[in-house]
């Protein structure tokens, strides 16, 4: 059981899981200090690439494509320090050039919402709770470490940050009873055959083949449950999230553009764009998001070698 819980709680958690800084993205504003040990001299090091067109751009051409989204999605690789830094570079220059209406993370879970606005409120008052994980409920399984700069940082902010991920009894009762998707992007079969061999991929090929529509349910929902927020959110929104979460082919851009035809809702047009950090020894593909920004990689792990 408790291999399960493990298991449903980490589908895709590693999800993907410099070379070029020119003048001209040091003179906007300096860029953070690479942290992780791995891939410092590859080629590609710090490369920012517009996968629409192959090109690479600028920091700062980066930053007008990106102020103009009401919806921006950020891919992540949960323990790449970089990552999180870079986040929190982009947001504070995102807040000099907008009005910012939320952030929303997939680190937090629903039930926590009334927990998270209410420290939110305190620190408000300058009332900062002195511990804050605790204070928030922050759940074990990420590490305050590398999340502690970007929420101390939002917490303090005019604008809301939002929880988008379901909790533990709901995922179970997803496992359990996995309840019938609804819309036509997210149900495609080349959506959930590329998905299912993700969550085969992520758990070593070790997956009993009996549990995997049910760990297919459980990614789904959570990425449902992400794009709920995510439009019900003041924009422009921002959802910080796994790299396979974000992705425009497998994840949450997908539920948005469902929820969008089953509730018709009159929202219009929502311009959404994705960028995904990844390491400089990985391949982003084009169609998977509209952004690529390379960054050293942490040390290697063999996650299947304790399984």
Known sequence: MRWLLLAIFSVLAACQSSGIETLEVAAEQDLPEWQSPRERDHPRLGEIVDLRTGASVTAGQLLDELAGASLLLLGEKHDNPDHHALQLWLLQALEKRRVQGALVMEMLTVDQQETVTQVQVKVAKGARPADLPLALNWHKGWDWSQYSGLVTHVLAQPYPLLAGNLNRDALMAIYRQPPELLGRESTRADVTERLSAHIREAHCNK????????????????????????????????????????????GVPLHVRDLQGIDDVATGNVEQRVLIFAEADQDVLAGSADFVWYTPAVAEQDYCADL
């Open 207 to 250: 997956l009993p083949e009996t549990q995997l529509p049910a760990m297919l349910a459980v990614q789904q929902q959570r990425d449902r449950s992400m794009a709920k927020v995510l439009l019900d959110a003041p924009k422009p929104a921002v959802l910080i999230a796994g790299a396979y979460h974000v992705r425009y082919d497998l």
